[in-house]
């Protein structure tokens, strides 16, 4: 079993940053998958940045730019750097990961993160 659990969400206004964190324990590995996710109700999960086991990074157009996925293996922890936040970026934030796959932000992941939540004031 593979347990991830986030930090780091909050309230911030417009223009403003927060920095996610995802500790990663239990059967977890350096060499997993592993990937930012959004939601806002009523809406579907949207994947926002991925990181591959070499450091290979992709995100969403919406991200693209402001937003910076990292990981520290030695921690077992993944992060997301937010930066220039708008009120669109408000939605419940979720980690994720997986053995296995190609660099991906759809949502076929296997293990996942309670969400932590992020709101940005304007």
């Known amino acids: 079993e593979v347990n991830l659990v986030e930090f780091g969400g909050g309230s911030v206004q417009a223009g403003g940053s927060l920095r996610l964190s995802c500790a990663a324990s239990?059967?977890?590995?350096?060499?997993?998958?592993m990937a930012w996710f959004r939601q806002v109700p009523g809406k579907e999960r949207e994947g926002v940045a991925a990181?591959?086991?070499?450091?290979?990074?992709l995100y969403s157009d919406s991200v693209k730019g402001r937003f910076t996925i990292s990981k520290e293996n030695a921690k077992n922890t993944l992060y997301l750097q937010m930066n220039s936040l708008t009120p669109e970026d408000t939605a419940m934030y979720y980690c994720?990961?997986?053995?296995?796959?190609?660099?991906?932000?759809?949502?076929?992941?296997?293990?996942w993160g309670q969400g932590t939540q992020v709101t940005v004031t304007s």
């Open positions: 994720a990961a997986d053995r296995v796959g190609p660099l991906r932000t759809s949502s076929d992941f296997q293990y």
């Open positions: 239990g059967y977890f590995y350096g060499t997993f998958l």
């Open positions: 990181i591959d086991s070499n450091g290979s990074t």
